[in-house]
């Protein structure tokens, strides 16, 4: 099992959890009380820094309960890379029916995952190799 270290900045804060046993990310939470107000984001404190350990990152995801009601995460999916030391913050915004949404402390916000970075090479090329949908972009496998 990976140990990722974290550090308590606020004595509230809460150190991230699983939902259950089998679940793929753990839940952060929020340090404090916030009104998002319709369309703007605001950066949703948890009180807490990760030491994730070299090679990897934290993947940052919205949770489904809050998207289901258009509270998302502005930047989806947001990284913390294994040099940074701050405070993680979430960037919350509300794209719901709600003006303000409500989020309370100790709610939960967004979900993280450790993700191993694979290291690759760009070689620049004159042409690349045919496919069945060649540059058919936005839209054309459906919608």
């Known amino acids: 099992m990976w140990e990722i270290k974290v550090r308590k900045l606020n ?3 809460i150190i991230p959890t699983k939902g259950s046993e089998q679940a793929a990310c753990w839940d952060l939470y929020s ?6 107000m319709l369309g703007s984001p605001a950066f949703i404190q948890t009180g807490l820094s990760v030491e ?8 940052l995801r919205p949770r489904s309960g809050l ?19 701050g405070e993680v913050k979430v960037i919350l915004i509300n794209n ?8 309370n402390r100790g709610d939960r916000i967004a979900q993280i995952r ?3 970075i694979y290291e690759i090479g760009f070689l620049e090329v004159v ?10 972009g936005f839209g054309s496998t459906g919608d």
């Not at 258009?70 to 940074?84: E, H, K, L, R, V």
């Not at 719901?96 to 989020?103: A, E, L, V």
Request: charged share 25%; aromatic share 12%.
């Open 114 to 116: 450790l993700e191993k």
């Open 127 to 136: 042409d690349l190799s045919p496919s069945v949908r060649g540059e058919a």
């Open 67 to 85: 998207a289901s009601k258009g509270i998302t995460i502005a930047n989806a999916p947001g990284t913390i890379d294994s040099d940074y030391r």
């Open 96 to 103: 719901s029916r709600y003006n303000p949404y409500k989020i």
């Open 31 to 36: 340090l404090y009380s916030y009104n998002l």
């Open 11 to 13: 004595s509230d804060a």
């Open 52 to 59: 994730v350990p070299e090679g990897y990152f934290l993947d």
